[in-house]
C-alpha cells in the first residue's frame, strides 16, 4: 500500500523558514518523480514543486523560485521542502504527491493527508 505522510507544517512569521518532510512507503520511491502541491484556504490545488527520479532535473513555480528547495533522500524513501522567506500568500496546506513515472509531468496518482503551514504575525 502506497504511504504519503507528511510533518513539519506550522505557524511560523513572515520572513521565516520551515522544512516540511514526507516520508514515502509502498512503491520504490527511486523509480517516481515526487511533488508537492499546496492548498490555500478557500483556494484550489496550486503546483509547488517537482523533482524527477533518476536526474536532479527539479522545478518550481515562480512565485516560490529563490525561496524553496525541494530535495530527495532516496536511502531514506523521503522528500524534503525547505521553505525560506516565507509570505502570508503561502500560507495553506502543503500535499506530498507521486507521480506516475520517473518524469514529474506525468500526473500524480497519490497524495498524503497534507500538513498545514501557516504564515503570519
Known amino acids: 500500500e502506497v504511504q504519503l505522510v507528511e510533518s513539519g507544517g506550522g505557524l511560523v512569521q513572515p520572513g521565516g523558514s520551515l522544512r516540511l518532510s514526507c516520508a514515502a512507503s509502498g512503491f520504490t520511491f527511486t523509480s517516481y518523480a515526487m511533488s508537492w502541491v499546496r492548498q490555500a484556504p478557500g483556494k484550489g490545488l496550486e503546483w509547488v514543486s517537482a523533482?524527477?527520479?533518476?536526474?536532479?532535473?527539479?522545478g518550481y513555480r515562480d512565485s516560490v523560485k529563490g525561496r524553496f528547495t525541494i530535495s530527495r533522500d532516496n536511502a531514506k524513501n523521503a522528500l524534503y521542502l525547505q521553505m525560506n522567506s516565507l509570505k502570508p500568500d503561502d500560507t495553506a496546506v502543503y500535499f506530498c504527491?507521486?507521480?506516475?513515472?520517473?518524469?514529474?509531468?506525468?500526473?500524480?496518482?497519490?497524495w498524503g493527508k497534507g500538513t498545514l503551514v501557516t504564515v503570519a504575525s
Open positions: 523533482a524527477n527520479s533518476g536526474d536532479s532535473n527539479t
Open positions: 504527491t507521486k507521480s506516475r513515472a520517473q518524469w514529474w509531468n506525468t500526473g500524480n496518482d497519490y
